[in-house]
Structure formats: C-alpha cells, structure tokens
Nanobody, 119 residues
C-alpha cells in the first residue's frame, strides 16, 4: 500500500503560478515512477507529467514548457511547478504512483487538489 497526500491547489489568475506537492509514504526507488494527472469538469482524467526514479521526465504536450515536475527523494515528495497558467488548466489534480507485486500492477491515487484558473 502507498499513501499519497497532495497540497498546494487554489485559485489563481491567468498567467499566474502554483506549486503542487505530493507526499508519499514510500520512496520513489521502491515505486519507480510518480506523477500527476488532472480531471476537468465533465472530462476524463488525463496525464500531466511523470518522473522516474532515474530522473526521466515526461510531460503532456499541453503543459510542456510551462510545468515542471521534480522530486525531493529524502522527503519522498514530488512537486509540480505550474507557470503561465491558463483557464484550460482548471481541474482536480491527482498525484499518482504504482507498484508491481507478483507481476500485477497496483495504481495509487491521492485525494486530489483543486486548481482553478480564473480572473
């Protein structure tokens, strides 16, 4: 089992910035990858960014160049720095990780944190 606790969401004006945090109960070295997904009202949950234990980062095209994912290994915390926010970035942001046990993948999600971009 892995527990994920997000924080840092809020209301911000277009063009503004926010930083999300996600504290995990286990080290990324035992998990392999951590990341962020988001879900806008009335839409499916979508991929935002991931980071691997080796430091490889992947981003959705829609956030490339504006968002940065990073990790504090000692604190077992992953961050998402979001700059130049747009109204289309509004949604609930979920921290994500997964593990494999006996070749079965188990996905874990945080409770979500609301991000609203509006003037």
């Amino acid at each position: 089992q892995v527990q994920l606790v997000e924080s840092g969401g809020g209301l911000v004006q277009p063009g503004g910035s926010l930083r999300l945090s996600c504290a995990a109960s286990r080290s990324i070295f035992t998990l392999g990858v951590m990341g962020w997904y988001r879900q806008a009202p009335g839409k499916e949950r979508e991929f935002v960014a991931t980071i691997s234990s080796g430091g490889t980062r992947n981003y959705a095209n829609s956030v490339q160049g504006r968002f940065t994912i990073s990790i504090d290994i000692a604190e077992k915390t992953v961050f998402l720095r979001m700059n130049s926010l747009e109204p289309e970035d509004t949604g609930v942001y979920y921290c994500y990780t997964r593990e494999f046990r006996e070749s079965v993948r188990y996905d874990y999600w945080g409770q979500g944190t609301q991000v609203t971009v509006s003037s």
